[in-house]
């Protein structure tokens, strides 16, 4: 485990919240639990993360909802996104093209889990480190003004970014 990682898991079915649960303990991981998108964007816009899981369908979000939110503000390598669903391989393509990192079908495995998160953890923090150069912190950058770094965005796109609950200033 890498020191101070913390992730967040989101993921609507309580029996797989309790198999996600039990691998991040067992890996050694401290993490939050959302049980839906508008949970998670609550966590994401109060906590830093080293990485996500999220389950592709929830009750009220889609996770490449989700993911093409966070990648307003966190490029692949400084928040990495994994997409985890039970419908097979079929929206592989569109979750990749929403910016996440990795998919998985349930049921994953531990083993499998815990090498990706740990590698793409690592990448994160690498990269993270490599940008020290800059003075905005992780937390600083959360707060980034939306309009000023996103004026190519339409009005009816920031209007929905801001609708979900996403950090406008």
Not at 59 to 79: A, P
Not at 93 to 112: H, I, M, R, S, W
Request: proline share 2%; net charge neutral; glycine share 4%.
């Amino acid at each position: 485990m890498i020191k101070h990682s913390k992730i967040l898991l989101v993921e609507d079915d309580p029996i797989i919240q309790l198999v996600h649960s039990q691998y991040l303990s067992d890996l050694g991981y401290e993490y939050d639990l959302a049980k839906t998108g508008k949970e998670a964007i609550a966590f994401y816009n109060e906590n830093e993360y080293s990485l996500m899981l999220l389950d592709k369908q929830l009750s009220d979000m889609d996770s490449t909802e989700f993911c093409r939110l966070v990648r307003i503000k966190h490029s692949m390598n400084e928040l990495p996104i994994f997409i985890l669903t039970a419908c097979g391989n079929i929206a592989k393509n569109e979750c990749l093209q929403a910016g996440c990192n990795e998919f998985f079908v349930k049921p994953v495995d531990k083993d499998t889990l815990g090498k990706a998160i740990k590698q793409w953890i690592r990448l994160s923090e690498a990269t993270l480190s490599n940008h020290s150069i800059f003075t905005i912190s992780k937390r600083s950058a959360k707060n980034v003004n939306f309009n000023a770094k996103n004026r190519s965005e339409s009005d009816d796109r920031r209007r929905y970014y801001n609708r979900c609950g996403v950090t406008a200033g």
